[in-house]
């Protein structure tokens, strides 16, 4: 197997051989393939390879890993296909090839050699790693840059193809008569059916004028046979995210286990929010980023907060109550959350373009999982604390967690 390595702006794409079992892609000099984008990494990302098997591992990279435009976790293995190619930042495309010859054409391209140890290649040398805006990365689309990569592969096989035979003198006069015998039968058609619909109207007219048919309605009185006017639907505050975007329990409690704070935005939400310290902590995949929140401490206070309807006597509720119940209480701790969770000086420029997802969890004999999850867009979460106040949650012990339906207009929960 082999893989091609295109670079967004380069004529041809480089093809490199899979002949070890680690491959190490980068801008430093040290990498066995060194890949010149001032987007890309040092220590970018590895290729494993086991027998017929091939995964990749982003290495913590400043711009990132994306197949499928979603981000890979820094140092966690993702199967490599040749359906799938990887993306390294914007403009940098990884595709997996078969050894039998190069999609572009029946003649497999030349290998590039890799560089035997100790062996120095041209890279970026000292410069340091361009970072690119979220605003950029959330832009930046593989199937761009895949595009690309047809337009090189049809250009390549144009200069292989045999150029177009030129037409004769009586083709060109034959093709040229059946264009005006066209011209002319569309002509006439339109010209009947012109004449079909003048006479039409002008029938219908003179029953108009007759009182055979009248279309008018007195003012105030409603005509059956036309559709009640419909009401415009309620637009909501802020922009809220789509239900298809937002990421399932069961894969939101695998983040326990990812690596947490690392990218630069990372590490300033787990050192400014609250609640997210010790195997809590933040993981930023594509534009979004999923807060890990302890909610011990916001749950505690929620259930001292939501009134608990009456029990069978040793404890225990019904189903019917107990859902809705733990539901009001999880909603008010997310609450006190988006109140308490942010400083005043928190940067929310650093975030326009990206989506904020609070996995809240608890606990059950030690062991957390995940309670409620509440997605919105930062902007939106950044209105939702101009408005949300401590008087609002106290309402929720006088009316229930109806006093917070507002929230519904800034944030989803599920």
């Known amino acids: 197997m082999r893989i091609e390595i295109l670079i967004d702006g380069s004529v041809e794409p480089q093809i ?21 984008s ?41 199967e490599f296909t040749s359906f799938f190619p990887v993306r390294l930042g914007t403009d940098v495309l990884i595709s997996l090839l078969s050894d039998e010859g190069d999609v572009a054409g029946d003649d497999p391209e030349p290998l590039m050699p890799l560089p035997q140890a100790g062996e120095k290649s041209s890279s970026r040398g000292e410069e340091s790693t361009k970072m690119i805006s979220l605003s950029d990365l959330k832009k930046a689309k593989t199937t761009d840059l895949q595009a690309k990569r047809q337009t090189v592969i049809k250009n390549r096989e144009a200069k292989k193809a045999p150029p177009p035979k030129k037409k004769t003198k009586r083709q060109a006069e034959s093709q040229k008569f059946k264009f005006l015998l066209w011209v002319m039968v569309i002509g006439v058609a339109g010209i ?15 029953v108009r004028k007759m009182g055979e048919i009248d279309t008018k309605v007195a003012p105030g009185v409603a005509d059956a046979s036309r559709p009640e006017e419909t009401k415009e639907a309620v637009e909501p505050l802020t922009e809220l995210i789509p239900d298809e975007q937002l990421i399932p329990k069961d894969r939101a409690s695998a983040f326990l286990t990812d690596a947490k704070c690392i990218t630069d935005l990372e590490k300033y939400l787990c050192d400014t929010l609250t609640g997210n310290e010790g195997q809590f902590g933040v993981v930023q995949v594509g534009t979004t980023f999923h807060i890990l929140l302890n909610g011990l401490k916001y749950i505690e206070e929620a259930r001292t907060i939501v009134v608990h309807p009456p029990h069978d006597g040793n404890g225990n509720y019904s189903p019917e109550v107990l859902e809705p119940l733990l ?57 939702l604390r101009g408005v949300l106040q401590e008087e609002s949650i106290k309402n929720v012990k006088n009316i229930g967690d109806i006093a917070l339906n507002f929230t519904k207009d800034y944030y989803k929960t599920y």
């Open 16 to 36: 490199y051989p899979l002949n070890k079992p680690k491959l190490v892609l980068g801008s430093g000099e040290t990498c066995d393939v060194i890949v010149s």
């Open 38 to 78: 001032p987007n890309v990494s040092r220590k970018h990302l590895i290729i494993v390879t086991e027998g017929d098997t091939f995964h990749v591992i982003d290495q913590g990279s400043t711009n990132g890993s994306f197949i499928n435009e979603e981000r890979l976790v820094p140092g966690r293995r993702t």
């Open 192 to 206: 009947g059916y012109y004449n079909y619909n003048s006479k039409d109207r002008t029938d219908q007219a003179v």
């Open 327 to 383: 539901r009001s209480v999880m909603n008010t701790a997310l609450a006190l959350f988006f109140l308490r969770g942010f400083p005043p000086n928190f940067e929310w420029e650093k975030f326009q373009e990206a989506k904020f997802s609070v996995i809240l969890l608890d606990s059950n004999q030690g062991q957390p999982f995940v309670a409620r999850i509440a997605a919105g867009y930062p902007p939106s979460i950044q209105k």
